[in-house]
T-cell receptor
Framework: QKEVEQDPGPLSVPEGAIVSLNCTYSNSAFQYFMWYRQYSRKGPELLMYTYSSGNKEDGRFTAQVDKSSKYISLFIRDSQPSDSATYLCAMSEEGAQKLVFGQGTRLTINP | GAVVSQHPSWVICKSGTSVKIECRSLDFQATTMFWYRQFPKQSLMLMATSNEGSKATYEQGVEKDKFLINHASLTLSTLTVTSAHPEDSSFYIC??????????FGQGTRLTVV
């Protein structure tokens, strides 16, 4: 079993829809949770960063962490074609150097 | 967010030659930098973790003598692919950590060995 599980998709939704992306994990010591967006042939871009449980909102993006269920989510409201990319979840333990990544979900927003 | 610059964006080299890739944190000091390799439609594969002024820590299965990493300052790390072969062709990405947790990525380098 992988430490972090993420459905690779592909996921295709119409423009304007609400998108829900998820990751599950097995390591209860994870404390830091991140979502990255990666366009084709580019490096990942940090979208959201959350410490421990709770919600965080930034514009059209909302990140949720449920440590009791070992489950994190990224919601994208009013999705746009420019949101089409691969979304990677990542997490790390307190004091750890390395991030553990999910496989990434390929998302396409259709105009 | 913080800016990490990676250079070059793409490079083509002949088999048997060496290629150096630079990674710079432009507006922050990075005590830790990471080098990843990414195959098409796959996630990031960590190659090594680099701390300023010390030897890099390589992941299992990564050849230290082929992938030389130097982290000479708090803003610069380099990856040198030595005696490159076609199987080394890939997308290489660096990442730099700001503070204890946030990691920012460079734009990646596409290496093609012919």
């Amino acid at each position: 079993q992988k430490e972090v599980e993420q459905d690779p998709g592909p996921l295709s939704v119409p423009e304007g829809a609400i998108v829900s992306l998820n990751c599950t994990y097995s390591n209860s010591a994870f404390q830091y949770f991140m979502w990255y967006r990666q366009y084709s042939r580019k490096g990942p871009e940090l979208l959201m960063y959350t410490y421990s449980s709770g919600n965080k909102e930034d514009g059209r993006f909302t990140a949720q962490v449920d440590k009791s269920s070992k489950y994190i989510s990224l919601f994208i409201r009013d999705s746009q074609p420019s949101d089409s990319a691969t979304y990677l979840c990542a997490m790390s333990e307190e004091g750890a150097q390395k991030l553990v990544f999910g496989q990434g979900t390929r998302l396409t927003i259709n105009p | 967010g913080a800016v990490v610059s990676q250079h070059p964006s793409w490079v083509i080299c002949k088999s048997g030659t060496s290629v150096k890739i630079e990674c710079r944190s432009l507006d922050f000091q990075a005590t830790t930098m990471f080098w990843y390799r990414q195959f098409p439609k796959q996630s990031l594969m960590l190659m090594a973790t680099s701390n300023e002024g010390s030897k890099a820590t390589y992941e299992q299965g990564v050849e230290k003598d082929k992938f030389l990493i130097n982290h000479a300052s708090l803003t610069l790390s380099t990856l040198t692919v030595t005696s490159a072969h076609p199987e080394d062709s890939s997308f290489y990405i660096c990442s730099a950590k700001r503070y204890a947790t946030e990691a920012f990525f460079g734009q990646g380098t596409r290496l093609t060995v012919v």
